[in-house]
């Protein structure tokens, strides 16, 4: 157990459907983390692989089948050898609560009790979450509730898997820069950085920390993302790049964590001169998961049972 105090929590399983385990999608680490947190607290949780949604398919019958068949294929699902993520059996699923994120479409599993956990913008892969009226839903970041009724702050879930054994700062040398896409294909094309800066895209953990020790700028493109968060514990300046019609102070609103990164070039000194901060933050941030954690299970066992 994490803690002495008592764990409220409902008396059914959790399941979170994920797909496995992949270091390089911050989704995919969260998803697992949270079955990770949640057992620490003594709570019977299990992975679901992600499945294909069958919904199109009119015979429930036939939908079902395919559901389960689709649930038996992932043999091969994986999960990082450092966090406790057990496969959930297909019996069972049906008899808990499961937990979508919001690039699941609808309710593939077919379950009484669904929980969505928005860790980007409905739609934002193109995927249509189909959020059902009884769903109880959980963001990752406020900005990714925006436009949905009736969601309170109180809904915030977070997780991490802060990556400090690779990310520090080596002391080195710095020159020139670097830069992400990921999520920012947007800004891409329309925002210039420099020609020189070193692609990160596709790169391993390992290969990235290096090059954050070695540069003193990283361009990114990707609004909201945890290698900004890794470059500053590298000593890297971590600038993102504007989007269009996103003004700082609405960026900096939907960021929980606001020391340390600039929002353009403009904000650079006031990057670096708050980058302790910014780490400071990031403890205390890694501490409140176990709250963040407990207060989710509280309101699952309120409404759940």
Not at 194 to 206: E, T
Not at 218 to 225: A, P, W
Not at 237 to 248: K, W
């Amino acid at each position: 157990m994490l803690t002495s105090r008592k764990v409220e929590r409902p008396s059914l399983p959790i399941f979170v459907m994920c797909p496995s385990f992949d270091e390089n999608s911050g989704g995919i680490i969260v998803l697992h983390v949270l079955v990770d947190r949640m057992r620490m607290l003594g709570v019977e949780a299990y992975a679901v692989p992600y499945i294909k949604d069958y919904s199109d398919v009119r015979s429930r019958w036939l939908r079902a089948i395919k559901t389960w068949n689709g649930l038996r294929k992932h043999r091969n699902f994986k999960s990082h050898p450092s966090m406790d993520v057990p496969v959930a059996s297909g019996e069972c699923v049906g008899d808990g609560i499961i937990v979508y994120p919001e690039t699941v479409s609808g309710n593939p599993l077919g379950a009484r009790r669904v929980v969505r956990w928005l860790l980007n913008r409905p739609g934002f892969f193109g995927v249509d979450a189909r959020i059902g009226a009884d769903d109880e839903i959980f963001f990752y970041q406020e900005t990714f509730a925006q436009g949905i009724e009736g969601i309170s702050p109180s809904r915030l879930l977070q997780v991490r898997w802060l990556r400090d054994d690779i990310y520090r700062d080596l002391g080195r040398e710095r020159s020139g820069s670097c830069r992400m896409i990921r999520k920012g294909t947007a800004t891409a094309a329309q925002i210039p950085t420099p020609d020189d800066a070193i692609p990160l895209d596709g790169k391993s953990h390992a290969e990235i920390a290096e090059i954050f020790n070695t540069t003193e700028v990283f361009y990114c493109h990707d609004l909201y993302t945890m290698y900004a968060y890794y470059a500053v514990l590298c000593g890297c300046i971590p600038v993102v790049v504007p989007q269009p019609g996103l003004s700082s102070e609405d960026w900096h609103a939907g960021f929980e964590l606001k020391n340390g990164v600039a929002y353009g070039e403009e904000e650079m000194d006031w990057a670096r001169s708050t980058r302790k901060q910014l780490i400071a933050d990031m403890r205390q941030a890694k501490e409140r998961e176990l709250e963040n954690v407990m207060h989710f299970l509280a309101i699952l066992k309120e409404r759940f049972g």
